[in-house]
Structure formats: C-alpha cells, structure tokens
C-alpha cells in the first residue's frame, strides 16, 4: 500500500511539474516551437539518468522512495524518461534489441498518434 502511495503522490507534483512547465514556457520562449515538451523530456531523462546512477552507486535503497522518484515524479513528468532509460539498460545488455526497441517504439507510437487523430478529427 505504501508504495501504491508513493506512486500516486510522486506522480501528482510530477503532473503538477509539467503543468507548470507549459505554462511558463511559452511565456518565456514563445508558441513557434514545443518548448516545454522538449524541457520536460530532456531535463526528465537527465533526472532519471542521475537517480539511478545515485541508486546504482548507493545500492540497495528504499524501495518506496525508488518508486516514488522514478515511477512516480518522473513518470508524471514525463514518460520519455522512462523510455529512455529503458533503452539505456537493454542496449548494455543486448545492443541491437535496443535499437529495434527504438525504431519499433517510434514506429508504433507515432503510428497510434496519427490513427487516434484521424479516428476522432
């Protein structure tokens, strides 16, 4: 239950975080580009990378407070973390899964994109 918590919590201020980023982005950089997006998923994959090195390198830690920062803030924040350092683990395992993990999640999802827009426009 506790971690169920610390899941729902982290993802709130993670939602909150992001909410807040494409509210000041704009103002601050302007609408010609998706500023904000591109915030939220470079600075979310540097915190994720940085969090999981931290635990790596202080090894076993609080598996609440794990799941809190990564599954729950960072995924709220942005999935792309996730997605990022899903590839990063594979590829140091298994390269070229990786790269097809890549093409196929791009693939896939922009795909999946294009067919909701096109379904419900």
Do not use: H, W
């Amino acid at each position: 239950m506790m971690n169920l918590l610390a899941v729902i919590s982290g993802g709130a201020l993670g939602s909150a975080l992001r909410y807040g980023v494409g509210i000041f982005a704009p103002k601050l950089l302007g609408n010609a580009f998706p500023f904000a997006t591109l915030i939220v998923n470079v600075l979310g994959c540097f915190l994720i990378g940085a969090t999981i090195a931290t635990f790596e390198a202080r090894g076993p830690l609080d598996q609440t407070l794990r799941l809190f920062l990564t599954v729950g803030l960072l995924g709220g924040f942005t999935t792309f973390s996730a997605f990022s350092i899903d590839v990063l683990m594979l590829y140091d395992r298994k390269p070229l899964l990786a790269a097809v993990y890549i093409g196929v999640t791009l693939i896939l999802s922009l795909g999946a994109c294009a067919i909701g827009l096109r379904l419900y426009r």
